[in-house]
């Protein structure tokens, strides 16, 4: 190649980078951002290196324009093709993660802010006056800064914008990125945490590849020990990342951050706005952020440094991204650590099968917190034998759980009552035919959600409103909710406790603000009685709480799900450890057809590492992960023996291969999605072997035709 073309990689499913000529007296150097054209569009992508072989004899098109931005990493672009060849997509698609911030390329832009002008207004109302008072001190402010600020209405400061009384000043684009103070919020540590952070940064020190799982039970403070690890990746010129599931990543946990090292962090996830993105991506790419906390896709960020990554609640399977390329958050923050040379800490008062079969094989260092920090208590955690419950119709509590409830709401304390369940009802069924209500494009129920008034598919969010007649035999009333939801719930703990303040705390009722001022409400002890989803099982810390009832702890268990056990005992553990963190005790019942399963009896004992070694003994003899690898191929299309036939055919030439199986094809559980027919694969593959090789040779001549589709899924997470 000559110094003239370059390598460009676009953020698209295409095989590999295409070749651009350079104008003349231009450079760009492997990892520079560039604008390049593509059909008739102008699209943006890297400069990219690796063996390629020089284009023949085609005319080459020009490379528009180089922007000046640091150049993203050799290490940042060797990650980006180790997860296209692991997870078998085009690097493109991969790119495409790293350039989510279209408008950070071009640049800073500069923000309006005002000042009192000295021109009087027309009218002096005492609300412009408070705005004018407060524009004619010091800095010059936003329109909504000063709106805040004054307590007045947007009108209110755009009358005087109108008038002249107050005046434009341009300020520079972004905030910059403060210095992080090391010692700002620094609490003193037990015994337990100070040794756990000085293994901690003894990893941090040695500057290396390197993971530990700081594996703590809930409440033992695993924050303030990573935090120390931050601190000294910090002090050693590197940028942190903290990853958090999603819906972990709350304003009080960002608070805590900015309390322990004195600055906002950067933070990045969907509801960031595209301003703030555009900021923090340009912050992580020149260095200057040295904090970002994150949601998954946070790790494709262009680090500059990267001197450690934290993997908080790493259990979560939050971690999976499952539309896109599908990977595994947790799993490429280790490969990145190996591939930046940079440590890694795994965090987790459950950790998954994998990350402790890795500790124990001596891959990952292995941090053990065994104590809860202060005067708080693990929960005592009970039993409820609901075979005996004997429960009246449409009721859901137990005898002792409702008593206990009502004992707690008496003492003035809380009480939370968790079920993993959206909605009113999980299932509406015709009395009088037995029609069930099912979605138009899903082989699933369509749930009943109250509030809403609304009828919802899970899967596709197919919307209809609630039904009075049976849409089959057309019976007026005939249509029955079976089974609880939170909602349902809810509606049980009303007649019981007509008194109690009552929230509901459910993703799809509580969102962003709404959701902040709940959790406030909840804090501030506003709230006597909280019932939610998994939403209330993360990372809030609920000082009132004494009392948490688990009303089906058997939800996830029969699900057909490997994990199923594990996710149960981590959701269950997780919900159990909110109650009794203000000190004084807490107490969490299990509501359970199943009190002799070894899930529940060990949940009783606390006896965790027990529960897991069981869950590992039958995962080694089943060939599950963490002792074998899956791979899952779905076949999809909008013809349903079209799609049954190429199943069936790409079954049929499933390679032979020692030391892999494949199962199937068989129609997936969710066999109509989105108004498309599913069929699955499953391959089952030995740790030695070459799963990606093997499903390259299998899959390389298959081209599906029209509507048809071929997804797949390494490590999967998902199985229906
Ligand atoms: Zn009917
Ligand atoms: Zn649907």
């Not at 672009?77 to 692991?86: E, G, L, M, P, T």
């Not at 909280?530 to 089906?552: M, R, S, Y």
């Not at 995962?619 to 190429?646: H, Q």
């Not at 989105?674 to 069929?679: A, D, I, V």
Request: proline fraction near 7%; charged fraction near 20%.
């Amino acid at each position: 190649m000559t110094n003239d073309t370059v390598d460009v990689l676009l953020p698209y499913a295409l095989e590999g980078a295409y070749s651009y000529r350079l104008p003349a007296g231009v450079a760009a150097a492997p990892g520079a951002y560039a604008q390049v054209p593509l059909g008739t569009r102008s699209v943006l992508g890297v400069v990219w290196d690796g063996a390629r072989e020089p284009p023949e004899g085609k005319a080459l098109r020009q490379v528009e324009h180089v922007f000046d931005l640091p150049p993203l990493t050799e290490t940042h672009r060797r990650f980006i093709d180790w997860v296209a060849s692991y997870y078998l997509t085009a690097p493109g698609n991969v790119l495409r993660m790293v350039l989510r911030a279209p408008g950070a390329f071009e640049g800073p832009r500069q923000r309006i802010a005002y000042q009192a002008s000295g021109i009087e207004p027309r009218r002096p109302t005492p609300q412009r006056l408070r705005v004018l008072r407060i524009a004619s001190e010091g800095m010059p402010l936003m329109a909504r800064e000063l709106q805040e600020l004054a307590g007045v209405g947007a009108s209110v400061v755009k009358g005087l914008i109108g008038e002249g009384a107050l005046k434009a000043v341009l300020l520079p684009g972004d905030a910059p990125f403060a210095t992080p103070d090391l010692e700002a919020g620094h609490l003193p540590l037990s015994r337990e945490q100070e040794r756990a952070a000085r293994e901690l940064r003894a990893l941090i020190a040695r500057r290396g590849a390197g993971v530990a799982l700081l594996d703590g039970v809930t409440g033992s403070g695993k924050t303030e020990v990573y935090f120390e690890a931050m601190a000294a990746a910090i002090a050693g010129g590197g940028q942190v990342l903290l990853l958090l599931p999603e819906i972990a990543l709350t304003q009080q946990f960002l608070a805590r951050v900015e309390r322990r090292f004195g600055l906002a962090p950067g933070h990045w996830h969907s509801d960031v706005r595209p301003r703030e993105r555009e900021r923090v991506w340009r912050g992580v790419a020149d260095g200057t952020a040295k904090i970002v906390v994150g949601a998954r896709s946070a790790l494709f960020l262009p680090w500059a440094r990267l001197g450690l990554i934290v993997v908080d609640e790493e259990h979560e399977p939050a971690y999976k991204q499952e539309d896109g390329v599908p990977y595994h958050a947790r799993d490429m923050a280790v490969v990145y650590s190996s591939l930046a040379k940079c440590p890694a800490i795994l965090a987790s008062a459950t950790p998954s099968l994998e990350s402790l079969l890795n500790a124990e094989k001596g891959k990952y260092r292995h941090v053990r917190l065994h104590n809860r920090h202060g005067r708080a208590e693990l929960p005592k955690t009970s039993l409820i034998d609901m075979r005996q419950a004997k429960l009246a119709s449409g009721t859901w509590l137990s005898e002792p759980l409702a008593e206990a409830i009502g004992a707690t709401l008496a003492a003035g304390d809380q009480a939370l009552l968790f079920l993993n369940r959206r909605g009113y009802a999980p299932l509406t069924l015709c009395r009088r035919c037995g029609h069930r209500l099912q979605c138009p494009q899903c082989s699933a129920a369509l749930i009943e959600h109250r509030f809403r008034r609304q009828l919802l598919c899970h899967f596709c969010g197919h919307t209809a409103p609630v039904a009075q007649a049976c849409p089959d035999c057309h019976a007026e009333g005939s249509l029955v909710p079976c089974g609880p939801g939170v909602e349902r719930v809810a509606e049980e703990a009303r007649s019981r406790y007509p008194d109690a303040r009552i929230a509901i705390l459910s993703s799809d009722l509580t969102r962003g603000a709404n959701l902040r001022g709940m959790l406030t409400a909840v804090v501030k002890n506003e709230v006597n009685l909280i019932i939610g989803t998994q939403l209330v099982a993360k990372g809030h810390n609920f000082p009132h709480l004494t009392l948490v009832g688990v009303v089906d702890a058997d939800l996830a268990l029969e699900t057909g799900d490997p994990r199923g056990g594990e996710r149960t005992w981590a959701i269950i553990a997780q919900v159990a450890g909110r109650a009794g963190r203000g000190g004084r005790g807490g107490v969490a019942m299990v509501q359970t057809y199943l009190p002799q399963h070894p899930l529940m009896t060990s949940l009783v004992a606390g006896d965790r590492d027990g529960y897991f070694g069981q869950e590992l003994a039958i995962r080694a003899s089943a060939g599950l992960p963490p002792y074998r690898r899956l791979a899952a191929i779905v076949v999809s299309g909008s013809d349903a023996s079209a799609t049954e036939r190429l199943a069936k055919a790409l079954r049929a030439r499933a390679p032979m291969a020692q030391g892999v199986d494949v199962l199937g094809t068989a129609p997936a559980p969710i066999h109509l999605l989105r108004g498309r027919h599913r069929w699955r694969l499953l391959v089952k593959a030995d740790p030695a072997i070459n799963l990606q090789a093997y499903l390259k040779a299998w899959l390389a001549d298959v081209t599906p035709k029209g509507s048809l589709r071929i997804d797949i899924d390494v490590d999967p997470y998902n199985f229906l």
